[in-house]
Each structure stands twice: as structure tokens, then as C-alpha cells.
């Protein structure tokens, strides 16, 4: 019997037996009804109902992975299982970070190896979180003071812009009073040429 072992994100969509496999519209029925059918046995890990049924670490790669894109839920699974997955096989570690695509996790696995080569995936996934929680904190932080950095420009901007149009106001007011350029410059506390470039 040959069993397939399916990881798949996505439910399987393909053939289940040996005829759906083969293209047999083209076949004389007569033929066809002569081929033997087969069954695909399929497991998809993603999907299979009866963890309690193993009693080995594949138990905790399928756990695993049943709730790999739900954090929290991953999170609950693994604390949850605190014994086995502090004394994770390392075959076991290795299948869950290649299908899972946990690049971090094997980062640095020596560090969360014992002497018997088990793997305490617990420190790691947690190590992994603190590190994931400390970059988003930077990032944060970082888009923090870039907005905060817009935002002063821009109020910077208006209020230079409403400072700018009462002094040319005030400029205008001592002109029309008959205040000389010289006079208004020091009036207002601005150079002359700048008094005559809000006249001109």
C-alpha cells in the first residue's frame, strides 16, 4: 500500500483514485472497464482529524501545523504541549520549520539542542516571538517619528504660511500709513530687501 503524505496550505483538489488519474475519455469502455481501480491513500496533515491516533512526535508536527497561520492558536498548541515540544525530535523540528516555512526557527537550533539531539521548540518559538514583538516595536517606532516628522513639517508649513501673510499685511498697513521701507524693516524686524520684495 503506498500512503501520501499531503502538506499542502490548500485542500487537496487532485485525483483520489487511480482511474481519476488516468485520461480515459479516449479509452473504449470496454478497456476501461478491464483496468483495476485503486485508491490514493492521502493524508493531508492540515487536515486530519484524529492527532490522539499517533503516539510519536508526528502528533505534534501535525498539531503544529494544523495551526501554523494562527498565531494565538499556535501559541495556545504549543504551551499547551510544553513537555513534548520541549523535547522535540529534531527530524520533528526540521519537517515543522521546512513546512511550515519558519525560516527563524532553525536559525539557531544548536542553541535549543540537547545531548540527546531533542530540540526545546517552546524557548525557540518564544525566543522567536520576543524577537518578532521587538521588531515590530522598532518598525513602530520608526514610522512613529516619520509621521510625526510629516505632520511637523506640514504644521510647521501652515503656521509659516499665516505668519507670512500677517507680516505682508502689516508691511502693507505701515506703507499705506506712509511709513518708509526703512522705517517698516525696522518696524517688523526685517531686512529692507525683504520689505521691498513683499511691496514689489
Known sequence: MTLVVYFGQELWDGPRTLKEMLDLRHCPPEVARQIADYPLHLIEVREYPRLERFH?????????????????????????????FSHLDGAAYQI?????????LLKEKEEYENEE??????????DMREECISIGKEKGREEGISIGREEGISIGEEEGISIGKQLTKQVFQLWMAGKTEKEIAEICEIPIEEVKDILS
Open 56 to 84: 510519536s512526535d508526528l502528533r505534534y508536527v501535525f498539531g503544529f501545523l494544523q495551526r501554523d497561520r494562527e498565531k494565538d492558536k499556535l501559541y495556545q498548541y504549543v504551551t499547551g504541549n510544553r513537555a513534548a
Open 96 to 104: 515543522i520549520q521546512v513546512m511550515s516555512h519558519s525560516s527563524g
Open 117 to 126: 539531539g531533542e530540540i526545546d521548540m517552546c524557548q525557540a518559538l518564544l
